[in-house]
Each structure stands twice: as structure tokens, then as C-alpha cells.
């Protein structure tokens, strides 16, 4: 499901690039003309480029917040998920970790403890 997720962020993402790439060029298309002095069918087609800059500036807006909601329900969907499986989060595991630590140092020492108290019945049998 991530992968997904990924893939339509990474996708939006592109199509955001490519429409910011093309708004830039309409807007320099646009200011190159605006200094010519030209006619009014330059002056009208300058602006129906900054009615569509506006236009796409306004999508692209839209398309960020979409994806920020997307991803927060997807974070959402995936921690119901988790907690339906009863899955262990990373603090658990964690604490977890750090007990299994614990043990196992605890364990050397009784290890060594026990060989030490072998070796010494051993020179008492001698």
C-alpha cells in the first residue's frame, strides 16, 4: 500500500513539476510580450496566459492539499491496521530491545558466575 501511495505522490509530484515548468514558461512568454508595446491581440492572448497562470497556480494549490490529506489518510488507515493486527510499534520494540539487552548481560554474568563455582568444586574434588 505504501508503494501505491508512493507511486500517486511521486506521480502528482511530476505532473506538479512539468505544470510549474510550463507556467513558468507562459509567464516569460508573457513578460517578453508585455514589453513590445503590441496590439490588442497581443494584449488579449497575454492575458488569457496570466487568467491560465492563475488557473494552474490555483490547481496546483488544490493538488498539494489533496495530497496532504491523502497521505494523512493513509497514515491513518495504516496505524487502524496495525492496531487491529496488534502489531508493535517502534517504542515497544524498543523497550523491548532493551530488555532482551538486559537479559542476555545478565545471563554472561550468571554464565561465568556458574563456570567460576565449577572450576572452584573441581579443585575441591582434587
Known sequence: MSDI??????????????????MDEL????????????????EAENRFVDEAVKVVSETLKHANVAK???????VEIAEGLADKLKLATKDELDVVEKLALIAREKAESL?????????EIQKLKK
Open 27 to 42: 509567464i516569460d512568454a508573457g513578460e517578453k510580450a508585455k514589453g513590445g508595446g503590441l496590439g490588442a491581440a497581443k
Open 111 to 119: 554464565e561465568k558466575r556458574v563456570k567460576a563455582l565449577e572450576e
Open 5 to 22: 501511495l508512493d507511486k500517486a505522490v511521486f506521480l502528482g509530484l511530476g505532473i506538479g513539476e512539468k505544470v510549474k515548468e510550463k
Open 68 to 74: 496532504d490529506k491523502a497521505e494523512s489518510i493513509a
